[in-house]
């Protein structure tokens, strides 16, 4: 039932962002170069991007909620405050599992955005340019069906004999949860 739960309140924090077409036509996404297609995934090299995050307290659905609420609150405050914001694409959940067990949540800053930071519970998050292997699928976004394709994805890559991080995942969003198509994927970084 919490599985349940999680699932559907994913897909209310996601569609909170706001629509958006798969391809990000009318917000920006950050960008990347497909370096190589496999029947499985793509292997795609992303640009230095920056994020705004913050932790979830454990992976239920209260504490996405919360974490929504959190990064929400802070892009109103930074606008009020005359800070630049500049809404992009994806949302991302990211699960690194092992000694430092987390989930966070993670909206994608523009280039141009300019936030200062006040509140203690986001983070600036900078992302080098790397490379990551990118599995996408349609249909509503859930917890199950992004398992499902993190499991395909991983496979995908031991056959065609990639090198990855199997302890940190991500699953990218890009669509309100009300659009009629859904362009969701599951990430996985190169090691």
Same mark, same amino acid.
């Given at each position: 039932m919490e599985k349940l739960l999680f699932t559907l309140v994913t897909l209310v924090v996601v569609s909170s962002c706001s629509g958006q077409t798969s391809s990000c036509s009318n917000n920006p996404c950050p960008k990347y170069?497909? @370096?190589? !297609?496999?029947?499985d995934f793509e292997e795609r090299h992303y640009v230095d991007t920056d994020w705004i995050t913050t932790k979830l307290s454990s992976k239920d659905s209260n504490s996405l @909620? &919360? &974490? #929504?609420? !959190?990064?929400? #609150?802070?892009c109103a405050k930074q606008k009020e405050a005359g800070h630049k914001i500049i809404d992009g694409w994806p949302a991302l959940i990211t699960t690194a599992e092992g000694n430092d067990h987390s989930t966070s949540l993670s909206w994608f800053l523009a280039p141009g955005s300019k936030p200062e930071l006040t509140d203690t519970s986001v983070t600036m998050e900078h992302k080098a340019a790397t490379t990551i292997y990118v599995r996408s699928y349609s249909g509503i976004p859930s917890l199950i069906a992004a398992e499902k394709n993190r499991k395909n994805l991983c496979e995908a890559l031991v056959k065609a004999g990639k090198k990855f991080n199997p302890s940190i995942s991500t699953g990218a969003h890009y669509e309100s949860y009300f659009s009629f198509t859904h362009h969701n994927e599951v990430w996985v970084y190169s090691a």
């Open positions: 170069q497909v @370096i190589d !297609t496999h029947e @909620i &919360a &974490a #929504a609420k !959190t990064l929400r #609150a802070f």
